[in-house]
């Protein structure tokens, strides 16, 4: 009897460890999606490579950022033959097509860059004001992808600091990355701010992802409101229904009496 007891409490033990273990890689999985994933780094820099390959040996801003917009269509269309996510199938378009139509218009190649720079600045900038104002983004941004919501903020204080280290974090490296691109555009050769900034794609989202990956590993788990939601919607349920029927035994009781 004792053995059958271990062995229960072992397959209980061992299916605990199988779905904490299951629950962790799902997490770093949506971490890393959450952001564009692998893919999404793909496309938002080969566009660009793409771009200050072909002005350094043909110096045409026209066909540099035509070649450039083409490639980010197809990578799009890709995605969308794979139906993958809408959302990072089209963020790469838009934001090459804004920085070819500025660098035509204007005349400028550096300006094919600039959108992007713009948008990775006020990136920075949302993500410092949001952990100051303790709202940190990632855990506005994680929290439904991890069925917690925003239960972080008053159920799981480790997972509050944890979420706010990692927006600080972020919102570092795209200051940073930005305070190296922007003397680049304003000093520099269209060549030179292409160049870094490819060097600067990759690189530092891969680190910012790494530290949130870091900060959240030693954090308490997500606290799981949908199913705690799912569950009390379900008492509910089984409660109304245990009422009707012995609301319904009760008359049939009392019309039997009668």
Known sequence: MLGTHKRTDQRTDQAAGDEATAAKAAADAALLEAFGGMRGMVD???????????????????VSALAALGLSLVLAIARLVRKETLKHAFSGVFGVAFGAFFAMLSGNAKNFYLPGMLYTLGLAVAYLISALLRYPLIGVLLGPILR????????????????????????????????????????????QLGWVKIALGIPPFLLAVYLTWIFLAKAPPPID???????????????????????????TGEASVR
């Open 148 to 191: 917690e919501n925003l239960s972080w903020r008053t159920r799981n204080p480790g997972r509050f600091r944890a979420y706010t280290k990692s927006t600080w974090a972020w919102g570092i490296i795209l200051l940073a990355k930005s305070a190296i691109l922007f003397p680049l555009y304003w000093w520099g050769s269209a060549m």
């Open 225 to 251: 409101v949908i199913a705690e939601m799912e569950a009390a919607e379900a008492a509910e349920a089984a409660e109304t229904t245990e009422a009707a029927e012995q609301a319904e035994r009760e008359a």
């Open 44 to 62: 938002t820099t080969v566009p660009g490579l793409v771009f200050v390959l072909i002005f350094t040996i043909q110096h045409s801003i026209t």
